[in-house]
């Protein structure tokens, strides 16, 4: 049987977990259009969490990866201010995908234990930030795990035969290199598979804006009426 302080810490567990703001997972290939998509929502007033940018952070001097990274690829992936230079760190691990594998593993569990902190902080002063979503924007969101982090995922989604040719113009790749950074993400239909939402984006901006306009007019309409989320 359940004791009164039992059900009354039952209901506030509950009543904590209707209240708490949606996290959205947002993922898409490199090129795709991801980062376009949530500055658009950043923009409506959603709370923006960019894994690149804690990518950034954790592999920067003073952060957690910076010396396991330089143990296990040497001094020359180093700038001439001792940084890591993220051109040379790609070019070794893009190369080689058990180095690929080897960064992954230093890097995602200590951008994971940031992100994670980051979202409960948030979700702490949610009666202060009154915003209506927490988006985590992670173009490896599935390979990476980080899905566990969020409640739903959505993709964006764009041909290969869009996507290099951005790739390219943008990071001033050859096509051999913008193909390397495909080849090493999961595809487009693995994504769509295992997102709850999917934006494409072959055509052009006011297409995409219009999309992600409907998107978030459905999902904050769905957030204001009904306080369980399911």
């Given at each position: 049987?359940?004791?009164?302080?039992?059900?009354?810490?039952a209901?506030?567990?509950?009543?904590a977990?209707k209240d708490?703001?949606?996290?959205?997972?947002?993922?898409?290939?490199?090129?795709?259009?991801?980062?376009?998509?949530?500055?658009m929502?950043r923009e409506?007033?959603a709370?923006?969490?960019?894994?690149?940018?804690?990518?950034?952070?954790?592999?920067?001097?003073?952060?957690?990866?910076f010396?396991e990274?330089?143990?296990?690829?040497g001094?020359?992936?180093?700038?001439e201010?001792g940084?890591?230079?993220?051109?040379?760190?790609?070019?070794v691990?893009?190369?080689?995908p058990?180095n690929?594998k080897k960064?992954?593993?230093?890097?995602h569990?200590?951008?994971?234990?940031r992100?994670?902190?980051?979202?409960?902080?948030?979700?702490?002063?949610?009666?202060?930030?009154?915003t209506?979503?927490?988006?985590?924007?992670?173009a490896?969101?599935?390979?990476?795990?980080?899905?566990?982090?969020?409640?739903?995922?959505?993709?964006?989604?764009?041909?290969?035969e869009v996507?290099?040719p951005?790739?390219m113009e943008r990071?001033?790749?050859?096509?051999e290199e913008?193909?390397?950074?495909?080849?090493?993400?999961?595809?487009?239909?693995?994504?769509?598979?295992?997102?709850?939402r999917?934006?494409?984006?072959?055509g052009?901006?006011?297409?995409?804006?219009?999309?992600?306009d409907?998107?978030?007019?459905?999902?904050?309409?769905?957030?204001?009426?009904?306080?369980?989320?399911?």
């Amino acid at each position: 049987m359940e004791t009164p302080a039992g059900k009354e810490r039952a209901e506030a567990m509950i009543g904590a977990k209707k209240d708490r703001i949606r996290v959205i997972g947002l993922t898409g290939g490199i090129a795709a259009g991801k980062t376009t998509v949530s500055q658009m929502l950043r923009e409506k007033g959603a709370w923006l969490i960019d894994a690149d940018s804690v990518g950034h952070q954790v592999i920067a001097p003073d952060g957690e990866a910076f010396a396991e990274v330089v143990r296990a690829f040497g001094e020359g992936i180093l700038d001439e201010k001792g940084a890591i230079d993220r051109k040379k760190l790609g070019a070794v691990v893009f190369a080689d995908p058990d180095n690929l594998k080897k960064l992954n593993a230093i890097s995602h569990p200590l951008m994971a234990r940031r992100m994670a902190t980051e979202i409960e902080a948030v979700q702490d002063r949610r009666h202060e930030e009154k915003t209506p979503l927490i988006l985590l924007d992670a173009a490896i969101l599935f390979e990476a795990r980080w899905d566990i982090l969020c409640d739903e995922a959505w993709v964006v989604v764009a041909e290969p035969e869009v996507t290099i040719p951005r790739l390219m113009e943008r990071n001033k790749f050859s096509r051999e290199e913008a193909q390397a950074r495909l080849n090493a993400q999961i595809g487009n239909q693995e994504r769509i598979l295992r997102a709850k939402r999917v934006i494409h984006n072959d055509g052009n901006l006011e297409t995409l804006r219009t999309r992600v306009d409907e998107i978030w007019r459905e999902v904050t309409e769905r957030e204001s009426a009904d306080p369980e989320k399911p």
